[in-house]
């Protein structure tokens, strides 16, 4: 069964760190590129940051925050977010792509098949 699962999220102060991860099974994750999106209350699902075979993308919002890798040999990506601000709070959704996508499109969902089921971040005082 093909599924993406993300786990690390949880409560944080601002300015602190979180590495997500998100383990995929049923599929080798280096065949695919793998986006990480977020979802706040109210607000619009957004990009924040993709993995493809040879290059990375962030959002403009979380650029030099926030780190993309990947661990094959664990089938595995991770996102590592330092300095966490207020604006970052939101369900974080790892997603994969069979699609190379590039700097125009990386962000858009409908290049995207299978989602994770999500993993709450909170930053709070």
């Known amino acids: 069964q093909v599924q993406l699962v993300e786990s690390g999220g949880g409560l944080v102060q601002p300015g602190g760190s979180l590495r997500l991860s998100c383990a995929a099974s049923?599929?080798?994750?280096?065949?695919?590129?793998i986006g990480w999106f977020r979802q706040a209350p109210g607000k619009e699902c957004e990009g924040v940051s993709y993995?493809?075979?040879?290059?990375?993308y962030y959002s403009d919002s979380v650029k030099g925050r926030f780190t993309i890798s990947r661990d094959n040999a664990k089938n595995t990506v991770y996102l590592q977010m330092n300095n966490l601000k207020p604006e970052d709070p939101a369900v974080y959704y790892c997603?994969?792509?069979?699609?190379?996508?590039?700097?125009?499109?990386?962000?858009?969902?409908?290049?995207?098949?299978?989602w994770g089921q999500g993993t709450q971040v909170t930053v709070s005082s």
């Open positions: 049923g599929f080798t994750l280096d065949s695919y590129g």
């Open positions: 993995i493809g075979s040879y290059r990375t």
């Open positions: 997603t994969r792509t069979s699609t190379r996508l590039g700097g125009s499109d990386w962000s858009a969902r409908w290049a995207y098949g299978v």
